[in-house]
């Protein structure tokens, strides 16, 4: 990357509290109602009501065909809803073609000019606003200067590193000032390192400038880095919007909770129910399974409990006087990671259940070998009930 | 072992297109070439002097010393041949540039079309080719003669009175020429704009620019290759057209390609007609260099 010695400055945490999601006051900026989009029999968006509000990251998070895109292309103009509103800062969006939007996307394959250099590609959206020249050539050198792009200006695309077109293209799609910034899977096209640095490069300027920032990926470690709140979609309809914390802390289905991140699903039927306690017995395990979670699940309820492997404890000893919440097992496949380990048992019964362990001290032989018989135990606060 | 073999394989592969030209275009070129530093004779071959082999050295020294630039000097002060060069320059860049403007709306159109439909629609743009040329030209006679389908056409719509003079004039050859190398122009232009992405006009959009804006600041411009290659493909060999002018063209027609036949079979002039072919390379030459550099060009943007 072209970083130029930047000013030594005091540090400051780029993110600071902020949810107007949760302020009944706060007006959206964005507001899809009931949105819903057809491709003759296929429904692409069913039935999606959204709000996203000013200065927000918000990421559109699932797999290929699941319809953020589309979602994204139908606020950008290239698509039209069949059915529903889409309002931006109060005004209807239906039927304004997309030249004539406040709204600039950056394209996933870039989308950059082929013919034109680096400065009139950022200038072109300014040049069909009709703005001065000395204007237009100040907003550029901006720009270039925003991406860390100078000295680059009279390049063309071709004569650019992937990481750099990216940046071309960002500045272009941010030239014109737009109320909100579509990102397509900005960062599809880098390697992991430079994906990485991008992701909090595009955090801090997002910071910095307060533009709404609407960003569609399939990476759920992209979106939970730059995003203040993740929708995850299935099938065309938004299955949760949280922050990413929520998301994985507290996913509020069994899609959501196998989409982001690794998880162990155990399949139980509610035993008893008071408040604060729920008690469930499962065919996997022998122990019961204790959680302290609030629901409106009664006794006899199928349902499942979703469990990361990062808060399972796994360990050689078996721990004293706890009779719920454990397991014990055999471990058959260690995947070492460096930072962690991820440890496959099985259980007595066939079940497997994942287990990670953060390698704490420098340790050529793993502490937990190939075949050791291991012992699990979690808290209550560590699973997640999931209705099935 | 196997990688040399490889290497001797890749170097016999690259031979053949070589040796195809050496054979083909530089031989006869230098044929031609030297023809036309010859005089004319009545004699068979009519021109001198004649190379053998086995004549020794002072004999071919001498005979070398007859050939001369007398035949470009003869040429090039005469009107005739120059008004000839000229006319067939305009009456080309004519059809090219009535060719650029019909055959790109039709690539377009293809380019745009459902892709499925698109080799269908390639197809029948390529199916003239399937008859001779020679017949097609024919036809064109059958068009646009006096008592023609054309005039016919138009006087049974009573567009005119009087059946208009369209054959044997330039216009009849420009017709002609457009209709022959209209696939020709076509070609190169569905290829530049296919290969267009299509979120470069949506970017175009996303950025301010109406529909027409972005095809004049972003299609046009992304397929000038293909324009200037659809343009090099049929200005160049409509500069040297024979058989076009030949049979659609009237008395005051005189493009070269006629002009150097004239000279040849009419005029039994083999050297003046030689020095002639041998101009219209090196006018010819300029066009096919910019071609060159642009397609260069372009490599090195890949």
Redesign the interface.
């Known amino acids: 990357m072209d970083s130029q010695p930047a000013k030594p400055q005091k540090p400051q945490s780029v993110r600071r509290k902020f949810e107007p999601w949760a302020d009944p006051a706060a007006q959206p900026l964005i507001r899809f109602q009931s949105v819903v989009k057809r491709y003759g029999d296929v429904v692409a968006i069913d039935d999606v009501s959204l709000d996203i509000y000013e200065r927000e990251f918000f990421a559109l998070l699932g797999p290929s065909g699941c319809g953020k895109t589309t979602l994204m292309r139908m606020l950008?103009?290239?698509e039209e809803a069949s059915e529903g509103r889409i309002t931006l800062a109060g005004s209807d969006l239906s039927g304004v073609?997309?030249?004539?939007r406040p709204?600039?996307?950056m394209?996933?394959?870039y989308?950059?000019?082929?013919?034109m250099t680096v400065a009139d590609n950022i200038a072109?959206?300014l040049k069909?606003?009709r703005m001065p020249k000395s204007e237009i050539a100040a907003r550029v050198d901006e720009m270039l200067k925003l991406v860390n792009l100078r000295g680059f200006e009279k390049r063309?695309p071709?004569q650019l590193s992937g990481g750099q077109r990216q940046r071309v293209a960002l500045a272009?799609?941010l030239a014109?000032r737009p109320k909100v910034l579509l990102l397509d899977e900005p960062m599809a096209a880098l390697d992991k390192k430079l994906r990485e640095q991008t992701q909090f490069e595009l955090m801090d300027l997002q910071q910095r400038i307060g533009t709404t920032f609407i960003i569609v990926t399939h990476d759920q470690e992209e979106a939970m880095t730059v995003a203040d709140r993740i929708a995850v979609m299935d099938h065309g309809k938004l299955v949760q919007v949280a922050t990413p914390t929520e998301i994985y802390e507290q996913p509020n289905s069994r899609y959501v909770a196998e989409f982001v991140g690794d998880i162990n699903i155990i399949e139980a039927v509610v035993e008893r129910v008071t408040p604060g306690d729920i008690a469930l017995k499962s065919n996997a395990l022998e122990a019961e399974l204790r959680l302290t979670q609030r629901s409106d699940v009664k006794t006899g309820d199928p349902a499942a409990v979703a469990l990361r492997p990062e808060k399972i404890r796994i360990g050689k000893e078996p721990l004293s006087e706890v009779h719920a919440n454990c397991a014990q097992g055999v471990v058959y496949d260690i995947a070492y990671l460096g930072d962690l380990s991820i440890y496959h048992v099985h259980l007595e019964n066939g079940f497997v259940l994942k287990a990670t362990k953060t390698n704490i001290s420098r340790q050529i032989e793993p502490p937990i070998g190939w075949d050791d018989k291991v012992y699990l135990s979690w808290t209550p606060d560590a699973g997640v009930l999931l209705k099935s | 072992m196997a990688l040399e073999k490889r290497s001797n394989f890749a170097h016999l592969t690259v031979a053949v297109p070589f040796l195809w030209l050496a054979l083909f275009f530089l031989l006869p070129f230098l044929i031609v070439f030297k023809i036309s530093l010859s005089d004319d004779a009545v004699a068979q071959p009519p021109y001198g002097p004649v190379f053998s082999l086995g004549e020794g050295w002072t004999v071919l020294r001498d005979k070398l010393a007859q050939l001369d630039l007398e035949n470009y000097a003869f040429v090039l002060g005469d009107w005739l041949y120059i008004y000839s060069y000229l006319q067939s320059l305009l009456l080309a860049a004519l059809a090219t540039a009535i060719l650029v403007l019909v055959g790109y709306p039709v690539a377009y159109a293809i380019a745009r079309s459902p892709r499925g439909l698109r080799p269908v629609l390639l197809l029948l743009v390529i199916l003239p080719f399937f008859t001779s040329f020679l017949i097609r030209v024919y036809a064109w006679i059958g068009i646009l003669s006096r008592e023609g389908l054309l005039n016919q056409l138009l006087i049974s719509f009573g567009a005119i009175s009087q059946p208009l003079e369209i054959l044997s004039t330039n216009l009849a050859v420009v017709i002609g020429m457009v209709y022959s190398y209209f696939p020709f122009m076509v070609l190169p232009l569905y290829a530049a704009l296919e290969r267009m992405d299509d979120s470069l006009l949506e970017a175009a959009a996303d950025l301010g620019a109406t529909p027409s804006q972005a095809f004049w600041r972003v299609t046009v411009p992304v397929s000038a290759p293909g324009i200037v290659a659809g343009a090099l493909l049929c200005f160049i060999p409509a500069v040297g057209e024979f058989v076009i002018p030949d049979l659609l063209g009237g008395s005051d027609t005189q493009m070269i390609g006629r002009t150097v036949w004239n000279e040849f079979a009419v005029n039994r002039s083999w050297s003046v007609s030689s020095a002639l072919a041998i101009l219209i390379l090196l006018v010819l030459l300029v066009p096919i260099l910019i071609y060159q550099r642009m397609q260069l060009r372009e490599l090195e943007s890949r």
């Open positions: 950008a103009g290239f073609p997309p030249y004539r709204v600039n996307m394209f996933q394959s989308a950059l000019f082929p013919h072109f959206g069909q606003e063309k071709h272009r799609s014109k």
